[in-house]
């Protein structure tokens, strides 16, 4: 009963979090159009006014206004909240695979993420909301089912579900899927994101909960932004924040088609080119991101802030100019005037009607480069894809240059931003450049401009990203036409190829510059020439069975490890040292009866085999049994430990691992007995768990699992250890509370084997252990690590 309970509460918490990320995207839309619709409302107004008065220097002013206001507060937030900048996608992939950013999932990084991110998009940069709705889902996936923030230490209930890493980890998968599934309406291409560039570990029961997540967050998002734009709720008519509307041939033309078997050598040869550009734009933001590390971060935070500013100023300008000058007034097929200076213009789908914009130009005319630059990014996108009017190439040409190197430059700066939207009318506008040119110059009147645009968009983003299979089902949910598969597939892969032969996708490029130990999905062949023996940490920081609280206290302080092996000495002279110290003697004790145990399984095995149906084998251990006389128990265990005894220094249990320690007294042999995690030892010593010398260790209070992650995920400090409340010479028993049997390896284990174990299982530990059960090193993320293992390769190498 307790285990259905506990996955029917798992199942309401995961419904909880679609919900939650689904009103999230549902505020962030809204408050987007509103500030948006604000103003371009009023400059479109004043430039419709001024056009004739010769007074555009205002409109402009006025524009400026309201960009630099709203980015300045976006930066602001970052400056609260250092995480929320940029995108967040390369934070949590790092955290879905098993590294601990600080911050990245707190309420008051939400906060400042969502409302950072509208006022940057309202704000005019060339960023999108729907990246940092990943990072969003993600955090509300992390904050919901522990009922507690620090934020709002005052409000606290008592969940006693869902207190582990593991646990936390699912849910933070859910929410990025969610995330992925409110901004694209892509529920199922949610579930592949956060299977293809997030989680390392992965299992079949979560697939479900998270599939179960993302819709819960789309239907959510539609349900209520289709009861509020058209009234009519329960419809479903709008499915995510980014809609790409309906890709249909009019019926008045039958050679139309959306493509053919010959446009697939197009979408190959786009394939290519977007690849190119995307591996250009990563190589001169990464560029960009190292500048800004040396020069602009080092100094103080308003300097961020002002360069947020430049960047906001020249994207201002840039736009307004370039629709003043640069547009072209391009005749309309059919339109519908709606006043202000605006048409209202049918596109091939009738539920897509995107507002064009006739700066300049007569009647039945619109202005090419003011319908792109001044519209949401979302309808300029819708524009491409489905506008009956032409855009000039020369204008197509310029847009795309422009909206390339400012989106470059803004992507990295301290706002909240998405590489999404950007990518994708940038690629739009590549395709229908194709498309036009394809028309226009090679005669091929049957081709769809929809398509070229939708592949192009496809092209540069996977040249960009890196993205496989997500994004193909991403677009091809966002398209609602299944016959899309087939050349977005092909153009993405193609596009990645191309990209990964010159430089990494964009996420990897800043998880690089952070200096996240990311573990990739396998090992190269040739790191197999490589043993755990390699690439472990010989020089190793452990604790005994029962250890003085000075000690423990020393080791705490003095390093960060987040785990400690629990281990025993081999003496040689054990009875002489466990006369008069009730600490060593509790040590040997301990692993007196750990190599009895040990042995009694052994002398069950080998009995055991006896019945066993190979005649064969049966005559070899019977052949060894009466070879060998009974032993009595205490002879046993003498012979197991003159066999590993081996000359050391008087060392007493009570003194910590010293850097004065000889390479004798460092590498002295070492029973391994469990692992030991620094949350456990810090809560230990803050509920005073331990006992006196004079007593034995059964007097030593016990604690139960729930009282043991009361303070999870943050547990206390030992900086903030009060040490006049302990004793130093009180003993602490670490045994009920290690974990006595964790993964292990032997030294000879190859590399790939290491690797596969510890990214399958989750794991932060692998102690290396030798065939008699002596602890030789340990393995963490760090040891696994590209660089790491290159570097050991050619240390291997040179030793040959």
């Known amino acids: ?32 159009r509103l500030f948006t619709q604000l103003k371009f409302g009023v400059v479109q107004t004043s430039v419709e006014e001024c056009s004739q008065k010769g007074c555009l220097a205002l409109s402009l002013l006025e524009l400026l206004g309201f960009n630099l206001t709203f980015v300045f507060l976006a930066s602001l937030l970052v400056l609260i909240e250092p995480v929320a900048a940029g995108s967040g996608i ?30 940057s998009v309202a704000g005019g940069l060339f960023v999108g909301k729907e990246g940092p709705m990943i990072h969003s889902g993600a955090v509300v996936g992390a904050g919901l ?23 936390k980890r699912d849910f933070v998968s859910a929410g990025a899927a969610a995330g992925v599934a409110a901004a694209f309406g892509a529920p199922i291409g949610g579930t592949l994101f956060s299977l293809e560039e997030g989680s390392s570990f992965w299992n079949q029961g979560l697939t479900w909960k ?18 509020i734009q058209f009234g009519s709720w329960g419809s479903f008519q709008l499915p995510g924040l980014l809609s790409f509307g309906e890709f249909k041939c009019s019926d008045s033309d039958k050679k139309c088609h959306l493509w053919t078997a010959m446009d697939l050598g197009f979408f190959v040869v786009m394939g290519v080119i977007g690849g190119l ?13 190292k500048y800004r590390m040396r020069n602009v971060h080092p100094k103080p935070k308003l300097v961020r802030v002002l360069e947020s500013l430049l960047v906001s100023l020249v994207t201002t300008v840039v736009v307004f100019v370039a629709s003043m000058v640069l547009g072209e007034c391009r005749q309309m097929s059919s339109a519908s005037q709606t006043g202000n200076g605006s048409f209202q213009l049918q596109t091939t789908s009738e539920d897509v009607n995107s507002t064009i914009k006739t700066f300049f130009c007569p009647n039945d005319t619109y202005n090419d480069m003011a319908t792109l630059f001044f519209n949401s990014q979302e309808s300029a996108i819708l524009q491409l894809f489905h506008q009956d009017g032409t855009f000039s190439p020369i204008t197509l040409a310029l847009f795309f240059i422009l909206y390339f190197l400012l ?33 226009s110059y090679i005669g091929l009147g049957h081709i769809y401009s929809g398509t070229f645009a939708l592949i192009g968009a496809a092209a540069f983003l996977g040249g960009v990203v890196r993205m496989t299979i997500s994004l193909t089902v991403i677009l091809m949910e966002s398209t609602n036409e299944i016959t899309y598969g087939l050349p977005i597939m092909i153009t993405l892969m193609v596009a990645k190829w191309t990209g990964d032969f010159f430089n990494k996708g964009i996420y990897d490029i800043h998880v690089g510059l952070r200096g996240v130990p990311l573990l990739e999905w396998e090992t190269e062949v040739e790191m197999d020439k490589l043993r755990a023996s390699d690439i472990m940490e010989p020089n190793l920081t452990y604790v005994y069975p029962h250890t003085r609280i000075q000690s423990l206290v020393s080791i705490l302080r003095t390093t960060v490890h987040h785990a400690f092996p629990v281990v025993t000495e081999n003496r040689g002279n054990e009875k002489d040292f466990m006369k008069g110290n009730q600490l060593i003697s509790n040590n040997i004790k301990f692993k007196k009866s750990s190599i009895l145990t040990r042995a009694g399984e052994q002398r069950k095995r080998g009995q055991s085999m006896k019945s066993y149906p190979s005649s064969e084998l049966r005559n070899v251990c019977d052949e060894h049994v009466a070879s060998e006389e009974p032993a009595e128990k205490e002879d046993l ?19 910590s691992p010293s850097e004065d320690w000889t390479m004798e007294e460092r590498f002295r042999p070492l029973t391994f007995h469990g692992l030991a995690l620094r949350s456990q030892l810090v809560t230990l010593l803050v509920r005073g768990v331990c006992y006196s010398e004079s007593q034995s260790s059964a007097s030593q209070p016990r604690l139960s699992y729930a009282e043991m992650a009361e303070d999870y995920p943050r547990y206390p400090d030992i900086h903030d250890l009060d040490l006049t409340l302990l004793n130093p010479r009180m003993i602490v ?51 696994l690590t590209y660089e790491f293992l290159q570097a050991r390769l050619r240390q291997h190498y040179q030793t040959l």
């Not at 789309?218 to 009861?227: D, I, P, V």
């Not at 550009?277 to 991101?289: H, M």
């Not at 265990?637 to 003194?655: I, K, S």
């Open 210 to 227: 998270v599939l179960f997540c993302s819709m819960s967050a789309a239907f959510t998002l539609n349900f209520f932004r289709s009861g």
């Open 1 to 32: 009963m307790k285990g259905r309970r506990y996955e029917a509460v798992k199942w309401m918490v995961v419904f909880a979090i679609g919900v939650c990320t689904g009103l999230v995207g549902l505020f962030v839309d809204f408050s987007v």
């Open 145 to 167: 089912p522990q009922f507690q923030s620090i934020s709002l230490r005052k409000i606290q209930f008592n969940f006693p579900y869902f207190r582990s890493d593991r646990d």
């Open 733 to 783: 028993d670490v045994t009920p509370y290690m974990n006595p049997s964790p993964f292990t390896v032997s030294p000879n284990t190859h590399v790939s084997q290491v690797f596969n174990l510890f990214r399958t299982m989750g794991l932060r530990h692998l102690p290396v252990v030798n065939a008699v059960g002596e602890i030789v090193g340990i393995i963490t993320r760090h040891n």
């Open 407 to 439: 989106a470059c430059w803004t992507f990295g700066t301290s706002v909240p931003s998405g590489l999404f939207v950007p990518s994708l009318l940038c690629g739009a506008a590549f395709g229908r450049l194709v498309a036009n040119v394809l028309k």
């Open 637 to 655: 265990l003498q012979q197991m430990l003159e066999r590993r005894y081996t000359p050391y220094p008087n060392l007493y249990p009570d003194q």
């Open 277 to 289: 550009l995307g591996a250009t734009f990563n190589c001169l933001n990464k560029r960009l991101a």
């Open 90 to 119: 390369p934070e949590i992939k790092c955290y879905l695979n098993g590294v601990k950013v600080p911050g990245i999932v707190r309420l008051r990084t939400l906060l400042c993420k969502v409302f950072g991110v509208l006022f």
